[in-house]
T-cell receptor, first 115, second 114 residues
Framework: GAVVSQHPSWVICKSGTSVKIECRSL??????MFWYRQFPKQSLMLMAT?????????EQGVEKDKFLINHASLTLSTLTVTSAHPEDSSFYIC???????????FGPGTRLLVL | QKEVEQDPGPLSVPEGAIVSLNCTYS??????FMWYRQYSRKGPELLMY????GNKEDGRFTAQVDKSSKYISLFIRDSQPSDSATYLC??????????????FGTGTQLKVEL
């Protein structure tokens, strides 16, 4: 099945620093990847769609200058949380569709804690 | 009104019980319907997906879609303690990029007790 990895699995940082999260598709190529955010006891909320070779598409209310997305290759997308603040603390999960089917694989998530 | 509504639970059942998890939706454009299982502090794991009204069975799991009522269900037979997790329904419409972005329900927390 589809395998998607994320790195790091968790990170603690000081307020004001930037954090980069990587999402990789391990056994397939993904021209599109999705970034979600999940707060405790809440559902996954789509933040943005990462497109290889073009700009990311952000959902309404998501600041593109704060959450920088770079789809560097067909197997790698990165999400950089710039100038992180405590309210950015959350569980960030990426997904990569495979074979055109809905869903595909989700990464294991990255837990971010901003102090 | 949210596009996808799901009872957050928590739902507690004894081992061996039949579990029914449900979602309703408002967007008629949704084409694919999925159920995910998410263990604590882990990414979601796809359990089942379907794109037509009716039932789809896979082992102890049955997914049911009623497009006319905009209602989907997941049934778990002979529930086990290992089924204890949060179950998320998700729905999608096609995107021009070839992938499908998902709209999730809030998830139902299930606990199966011995």
């Amino acid at each position: 099945g589809a395998v998607v990895s994320q790195h790091p699995s968790w990170v603690i940082c000081k307020s004001g620093t930037s954090v980069k999260i990587e999402c990789r598709s391990l056994d397939f190529q993904a021209t599109t990847m999705f970034w979600y955010r999940q707060f405790p006891k809440q559902s996954l909320m789509l933040m943005a769609t990462s497109n290889e070779g073009s700009k990311a598409t952000y959902e309404q209310g998501v600041e593109k200058d704060k959450f920088l997305i770079n789809h560097a290759s067909l197997t790698l997308s990165t999400l950089t949380v710039t100038s992180a603040h405590p309210e950015d603390s959350s569980f960030y999960i990426c997904s990569a569709p495979k074979g055109g089917l809905a869903g595909g694989g989700f990464g294991p998530g990255t837990r971010l804690l901003v102090l | 009104q949210k596009e996808v509504e799901q009872d957050p639970g928590p739902l507690s059942v004894p081992e061996g019980a039949i579990v029914s998890l449900n979602c309703t939706y408002s967007n008629s454009a949704f084409q694919y319907f999925m159920w995910y299982r998410q263990y604590s502090r882990k990414g979601p794991e796809l359990l089942m997906y379907t794109y037509s009204s009716g039932n789809k069975e896979d082992g102890r799991f049955t997914a049911q879609v009623d497009k006319s009522s905009k209602y989907i269900s997941l049934f778990i037979r002979d529930s086990q303690p290992s089924d204890s997790a949060t179950y998320l329904c998700a729905m999608s419409v096609s995107t021009t990029g070839g992938g499908n972005k998902l709209t999730f329900g809030t998830g139902t927390q299930l606990k199966v007790e011995l």
